[in-house]
């Protein structure tokens, strides 16, 4: 079936579109056995009780002009991700976005982000357990900079870049050892930390495992670069 689809207007003839994402219960983190693993992905049973809306695409440079009235992408082009944007910058984004009609919007959990990812898989990449430069941006693609948002198949939920191209903030502060903090249903990071979570690798991804559903990044709410 088609997925559900919301259209928020950001002005100039632009809208972001959302994803309906369903509720669901999945198993977050990487078996012990995996290659590459981190002791970081402890494998967990997570629930989500409800269901969201999530961005088909990463946001666009030209949809956060539309919002922002800026453009700090170090690759421009207005149909390439948004980039050189810390987390504190993409909370301005949002609260721009709550200011119109229906609000509500925040970054995704890192449970929201790995089970949107996954899209019912249980495999390393939401494709299968195996990677190519046909499936994604990343180093190994010899692109060597953001691709315009869409290039790449969809995973099962209809969203677009989940792996590589340019990583992806979470609300999440970043907690190494512990990641289900409120128990297993609807968890968030802890109150507080150094670091909030990033999740889905970029196109300067050395190795493909950095692109994994589960492998799980961190970078200091004011930072900011070229790949995330």
Wanted: aromatic share 12%; glycine share 10%; charged share 20%.
């Amino acid at each position: 079936s088609e997925p559900k689809i919301a259209l928020v207007n950001l002005g100039k003839n632009l809208n972001l579109e959302l994803v309906l994402i369903p509720s669901g219960k999945f198993t977050m983190g990487s078996p012990e056995d995996e290659k590459g693993r981190s002791n970081n992905e402890t494998l967990h049973e997570v629930t989500l009780s409800k269901s969201f809306y999530l961005g088909k695409y990463e946001v666009t440079q030209e949809q956060w002009e539309a919002l922002m009235g800026n453009n700090p992408s170090s690759n421009k082009g207005a149909k390439l991700p948004v980039t050189d944007v810390s987390w504190k910058d993409c909370q301005e984004f949002i609260k721009k976005l709550n200011a119109k009609p229906n609000g509500g919007y925040m970054l995704p959990t890192e449970a929201e982000w790995e089970f949107a990812c996954r899209a019912g898989t249980t495999t390393a990449y939401s494709f299968g357990d195996k990677i190519t430069p046909s499936d994604a941006n990343y180093n190994d693609s010899k692109v060597g900079k953001p691709m315009k948002v869409g290039s790449y198949f969809p995973n099962a939920f209809g969203l677009y870049d989940t792996h590589g191209n340019v990583w992806e903030w979470c609300q999440d502060w970043y907690d190494p050892t512990f990641y289900t903090i409120g128990g297993d249903c609807n968890p968030i990071g802890p109150e507080k930390g150094s670091a909030k979570a990033v999740r889905g690798g970029g196109w300067g991804s050395p190795s493909p495992d950095y692109l994994k559903v589960y492998k799980r990044s961190y970078a200091a709410p004011s930072n900011y670069n070229y790949s995330i």
